[in-house]
């Protein structure tokens, strides 16, 4: 507010002091004291003075005072200002490095930091074994050589592979006498782990392989996976994938990656899976169990939907139904497994068989002997409060697609959204 003069009220600003003589010098003396000496008296603090000029001055001082005081405020305004807006730079320049580190982290947690792929991660965690003593030299070069060779034949090299679990689980329920009154399993799946090569990011690659093993098994899949006999290397796949982009499968999906998967360690998902398939002309479908339906977080719906899958015309009095079904890709946020059977208990609780590629091939060999007490199906099993994620996918195949079907599967890819369970 601009300072106000003291006779009169009116705002004068700066001009205070000139405002002051020019209107009212005729008021800065007062009458005497009566012993005829004249005083004057201050119109801003009313100190009475003896003399004119001391009093103008004084009054000087005042208005110099003033005047003093409204330029540091305003000095002070404009550094405040100033502060406030260095400070504001400050915090914009902290927020854009914040959210340039974890777009880093998250290129580098789903392998698109172009840190190298299979290859490079299966050389360097070799390279770490000899360091620390666990591998021998001679057997590195081995593995090596064996290595490169599987990748230049695009085949896996099958050291991870455990065959023959899904029998095995087939005797096994035929004599458990406990507590299981029906299960479905899949038809014949051999269990992939992750290796030196994919340890991290490989699961959606392994839970393919596996799908892909079952299939192989089954002559109604003969026509579409003509050109498929073995299974396929991880890198292999990855030149699947983009190879299914480029037929124009799933373009928003592709754009995700840059096109481009082959030579890198990026993670893949349901919508990887299913055009992958799809470009292979085998049927399926995605479904999204895109909330929980159960109390607790659970899911019972996604478990009561794997039972129609595996016991739709497989229903009947036996016990054990090994079934044609080929196994299910199941998705979650962080990782992924496969589906390859269902239990139903006498009390008609549900409880899903899942081959999970982190579990390694030590392990999953157990089951080949199996225990008269099952005690190692733990690996396998999981009940409906074990799977409590917010959000499940699964692809399904269910089917061959003709050449026209396979054309109109891709159109609608494009628009790609999955079926989800109300």
Same mark, same amino acid.
């Given at each position: 507010a601009l300072p106000e003069c003291p006779f009169c009220g009116e705002a004068a600003g700066r001009e205070l002091e000139a405002h002051v003589r020019a209107r009212h010098g005729h008021l800065l003396g007062a009458p005497g004291t009566g012993n005829g000496e004249q005083l004057y008296e201050c119109p801003m603090c009313s100190l009475t003075c003896t003399n004119i000029q001391i009093l103008e001055e004084h009054v000087d001082l005042h208005l110099e005072e003033q005047s003093f005081s409204e330029g540091g405020n305003r000095r002070d305004l404009e550094l405040a200002q100033q502060l406030q807006t260095a400070e504001d730079k400050w915090q914009?320049?902290?927020?854009?490095?914040?959210?340039?580190?974890?777009?880093?982290?998250?290129?580098?947690?789903?392998?698109?930091?172009?840190?190298?792929?299979?290859?490079?991660?299966?050389?360097?965690?070799?390279?770490?074994?000899? %360091?620390?003593?666990?591998?021998?030299?001679?057997?590195?070069?081995?593995?090596?050589?064996?290595?490169?060779?599987?990748?230049?034949?695009? /085949?896996?090299?099958?050291?991870?592979?455990?065959?023959?679990?899904?029998?095995?689980?087939?005797?096994?329920?035929?004599?458990?006498?406990? %507590?299981?009154?029906?299960?479905?399993?899949?038809?014949?799946?051999?269990?992939?782990?992750?290796?030196?090569?994919?340890?991290?990011?490989?699961?959606?690659?392994?839970?393919?392989?596996?799908?892909?093993?079952?299939?192989?098994?089954?002559?109604?899949?003969?026509?579409?996976?003509?050109?498929?006999?073995?299974?396929?290397?991880?890198?292999?796949?990855?030149t699947m994938i983009e190879d299914a982009w480029r037929e124009g499968f799933d373009p928003h999906g592709a754009s995700h990656f840059n096109n481009r998967l082959h030579g890198s360690k990026a993670w893949i998902g349901a919508c990887e899976i299913y055009s992958l398939l799809t470009s292979l002309r085998i049927k399926c479908q995605i479904i999204d169990f895109h909330k929980p339906t159960g109390p607790m977080g659970t899911h019972p719906r996604l478990f009561e939907w794997v039972l129609r899958y595996?016991?739709?015309?497989?229903?009947?009095?036996?016990?054990?139904?090994?079934?044609?079904?080929?196994? /299910?890709?199941?998705?979650?946020?962080?990782?992924?497994?496969?589906?390859?059977? /269902?239990?139903?208990?006498?009390?008609?609780?549900?409880?899903?068989?899942?081959? %999970?590629?982190?579990?390694?091939?030590?392990?999953?060999q157990k089951l080949l002997k199996q225990n008269s007490d099952g005690s190692s199906l733990k690996l396998l099993r999981r009940f409906v409060g074990s799977l409590k994620e917010k959000q499940y996918q699964i692809v399904a195949v269910d089917g061959v697609l003709s050449l026209e079907e396979k054309a109109a599967r891709c159109h609608a890819s494009r628009v790609l959204t999955s079926e989800k369970i109300p």
């Amino acid at each position: 507010a601009l300072p106000e003069c003291p006779f009169c009220g009116e705002a004068a600003g700066r001009e205070l002091e000139a405002h002051v003589r020019a209107r009212h010098g005729h008021l800065l003396g007062a009458p005497g004291t009566g012993n005829g000496e004249q005083l004057y008296e201050c119109p801003m603090c009313s100190l009475t003075c003896t003399n004119i000029q001391i009093l103008e001055e004084h009054v000087d001082l005042h208005l110099e005072e003033q005047s003093f005081s409204e330029g540091g405020n305003r000095r002070d305004l404009e550094l405040a200002q100033q502060l406030q807006t260095a400070e504001d730079k400050w915090q914009r320049s902290e927020e854009e490095k914040r959210e340039k580190e974890e777009f880093k982290k998250l290129r580098r947690q789903y392998g698109l930091d172009n840190s190298g792929g299979y290859k490079q991660q299966f050389l360097k965690n070799m390279e770490r074994e000899v %360091d620390r003593g666990r591998m021998q030299p001679f057997e590195y070069h081995k593995r090596k050589a064996d290595m490169m060779e599987s990748l230049a034949f695009g /085949i896996d090299d099958g050291k991870t592979k455990t065959a023959g679990v899904i029998e095995a689980l087939c005797k096994y329920y035929q004599n458990e006498n406990k %507590d299981v009154r029906h299960v479905w399993l899949s038809a014949g799946v051999d269990h992939f782990h992750s290796s030196l090569g994919d340890r991290g990011w490989g699961c959606g690659y392994r839970n393919f392989q596996m799908l892909l093993s079952s299939l192989l098994k089954n002559s109604f899949y003969n026509d579409c996976l003509g050109d498929t006999t073995l299974i396929p290397s991880i890198p292999k796949i990855q030149t699947m994938i983009e190879d299914a982009w480029r037929e124009g499968f799933d373009p928003h999906g592709a754009s995700h990656f840059n096109n481009r998967l082959h030579g890198s360690k990026a993670w893949i998902g349901a919508c990887e899976i299913y055009s992958l398939l799809t470009s292979l002309r085998i049927k399926c479908q995605i479904i999204d169990f895109h909330k929980p339906t159960g109390p607790m977080g659970t899911h019972p719906r996604l478990f009561e939907w794997v039972l129609r899958y595996y016991s739709t015309d497989n229903e009947g009095g036996a016990k054990v139904v090994c079934t044609s079904k080929p196994p /299910i890709y199941l998705q979650h946020q962080g990782h992924s497994r496969t589906v390859v059977g /269902i239990e139903e208990k006498k009390n008609k609780t549900l409880c899903l068989i899942l081959f %999970d590629p982190g579990c390694p091939s030590q392990e999953m060999q157990k089951l080949l002997k199996q225990n008269s007490d099952g005690s190692s199906l733990k690996l396998l099993r999981r009940f409906v409060g074990s799977l409590k994620e917010k959000q499940y996918q699964i692809v399904a195949v269910d089917g061959v697609l003709s050449l026209e079907e396979k054309a109109a599967r891709c159109h609608a890819s494009r628009v790609l959204t999955s079926e989800k369970i109300p």
